[in-house]
Structure formats: structure tokens, C-alpha cells
């Protein structure tokens, strides 16, 4: 597969932060395998950036090293007693590049998803979110009409942002951090950075190309086990 036009931003430049919390979570590792299959099928030159997987130093390296049959120059960055939150902080310690792109185990994405938000970056802004929705299942159709992704119908700045669907600069992430006292997921911290990026000036910017499908069965036991 040919590779895509770069300009601006190389992708040595570019850090990719893969959480493993939520598949580990579940349990579920063909779910983590979904993801790092749509990962390593991207037009996105990917074996170029540096790529971390990033995990529960509880869990043993020969568990967890199968992820490199995927992306074979991942490096796995172990986080002790690991939270959600915790693995995006340890993704943002970790980072190399000057761009920093956060990916969830339970999410695949398209295979120009990548691509896409780089090239929204290149487009001037700091800080790109993708379209996640839910995958197709029970109530997936009314939970996306109550998404504040799926409602969106054309790429713009935006004042909400997934975790898991986000290109950073590293002017933006050396400044910021997710909160890990409010609970083990996202939810709440989010809902606090988002604040403190509103009192910087930062505005996200909604790019409906780069599309990422959350599976829906594993999201209703995580919610009840939260």
C-alpha cells in the first residue's frame, strides 16, 4: 500500500499511545487484537512513529508481548496499578514525538484514521478529535443519536473530545494531565480537562473523517462494573 503525502508533520514526529485498561479490564483480548489489527492495517506509515502499548505493570511480559505479531516496533510501557486515566498520563510521560495520538483497546479504527488526523493537524489546529461511534448491536442506532460524535455532521471546532480518538501537539499535552482521582474511567476527567482547556484557549477540532467504531457488548459490562 502506497503511502500518504506528509507535509508538516513526519512520522517520526508522531507518538501513537494504544491504553490496554480497557480490554484487560474485559478480559477480552481478541477485542485488544481487533484493535491492533485495524492499527497495523493503516495507510499511515505507523511503523514509522513510535508506537507504545500501554498496560497493567501486574500483567506478565510474556502476556502481553503477542502484541508486537501486530506492530512489531511497539514498545510496552508497563503503569503500575493502572487506571484509565493513569495510562493517558503514562502516555503523555512517555511521548517522544511532538505529536501525541491516543488510541483505546476497545476501539477499531478506520484505516485512514490516522491520515485523517494528522492532516487536520497540519491544517493549523493543536488539538484534533475524531468520530468514535458505537459499533453495530443492541441500541447502538439511539445511542449514537445521543453522542455528541455521531450528531455531528461536518468536521469544525468543537468543545468536547474523546479519549480515545485524539491528536494532540505537544504544545497542548506537556501542559495537561487527567485527573485519576475521579474514578477508574474517563468520564469524570474529562469533564475537567475540558474546562481547563476552555480557560487556555484551546478549542478541539471535530474531524469526521477519522472514524474509530467502540465495541458495543464490552461497553455495557464495563458500565456495570464501573
Known amino acids: 500500500m502506497a503511502e500518504p503525502p506528509l507535509t508538516g508533520i513526519e512520522p517520526e514526529q508522531v507518538t501513537l499511545a494504544i491504553e490496554g485498561w480497557n480490554a484487560q ?6 477485542l485488544f487484537e481487533r484493535c491492533l489489527s485495524s492499527l497495523a492495517a493503516q495507510v499511515y506509515p505507523v511503523h514509522r512513529c513510535q508506537v507504545l502499548v ?22 510496552v510501557v508497563p503503569v503500575p496499578a493502572a487506571t484509565y486515566c493513569r495510562i493517558k498520563n503514562g502516555a503523555i510521560a512517555a511521548a517522544r514525538g511532538e ?8 476501539v477499531r479504527y478506520a484505516e485512514d484514521w490516522l491520515t485523517s488526523l494528522i492532516g487536520c493537524l497540519t491544517s493549523g489546529n493543536d488539538m484534533v478529535v475524531g468520530s468514535t461511534q458505537f459499533d453495530d448491536g443492541p441500541l447502538s442506532r439511539t445511542l449514537n ?22 491528536a494532540m501537539r505537544r504544545s497542548v499535552f ?3 494531565s487527567f ?6 474511567s474517563a468520564g469524570g476527567s474529562v469533564n475537567v480537562l475540558r474546562e481547563q482547556l476552555r480557560q487556555m484557549g484551546i478549542i478541539p477540532h471535530f474531524c469526521l473523517e477519522a472514524k474509530g467504531l467502540h465495541h458495543l457488548a464490552p461497553f455495557w459490562l464495563k458500565r456495570l462494573r464501573i
Do not use: C
Open 99 to 106: 505529536v501525541l495520538v491516543l488510541a483505546d483497546s476497545d
Open 179 to 184: 485527573r485519576e482521582d475521579i474514578g477508574i
Open 25 to 30: 479490564d474485559l478480559e477480552n483480548r481478541q
Open 54 to 75: 500501554i498496560v497493567d505493570a501486574a500483567v506478565a511480559k510474556e502476556e502481553i508481548n503477542w502484541v508486537r505479531d501486530y506492530l512489531p516496533t511497539a514498545s
Open 145 to 166: 443519536m445521543t453522542d455528541w460524535s455521531a450528531r455531528r455532521l461536518a468536521s469544525g471546532p468543537g468543545d468536547w473530545f474523546h479519549a480515545n480518538n485524539l
Open 174 to 176: 506537556e501542559k495537561i
